[in-house]
């Protein structure tokens, strides 16, 4: 049984930096697609940076890109979140997914903010970004 975990959540200042790491067991030889969430209070976790564990083009929200790097680690079974410039509206728990995906078709056709389409979830951490 596939089982994820998360791990690096802090709180840090405004401007600073975090890496996040999800930690997977139980994954088989076959291929996934694997994402982070976050989630403010009240609302529904909303997916901002996706993989295909097979390999090709990665997926970030626009409000990611060129502060969000996510990655897969060494060992591999682990999915890393790189976050710099952080701002107090990235204050939020996050969490990763994954669900099984066959090709980076699949990765593809899945929509990228959407958790309902994930199957296996962490159980979140938080980060706190104070200003």
């Known amino acids: 049984q596939v089982q994820l975990a998360e791990s690096g959540g802090d709180s840090v200042q405004d401007g600073g930096s975090l890496n996040l790491s999800c930690t997977a067991t139980g994954f088989t030889d076959r291929t996934y697609c694997m994402a982070w969430f976050r989630q403010f209070p009240g609302k529904e976790r909303e997916g901002f940076a996706s993989?295909?564990?097979?390999?090709?083009?990665?997926y970030y929200a626009d409000f990611a890109k060129h502060r969000f790097t996510i990655s897969r680690g060494n060992p591999d079974n682990i999915l890393s979140l790189q976050m710099n410039s952080l701002k107090p509206e990235d204050t939020a728990v996050y969490y990763c997914?994954?669900?099984?995906?066959?090709?980076?078709?699949?990765?593809?056709?899945?929509?990228?903010?959407?958790?309902?389409?994930?199957?296996?979830w962490g159980q979140g951490t938080q980060v706190t970004v104070s200003s």
């Open positions: 993989l295909f564990t097979g390999g090709g083009p990665r």
């Open positions: 997914a994954a669900v099984q995906c066959t090709s980076y078709k699949d990765f593809n056709s899945i929509p990228k903010g959407s958790p309902n389409v994930y199957t296996y």
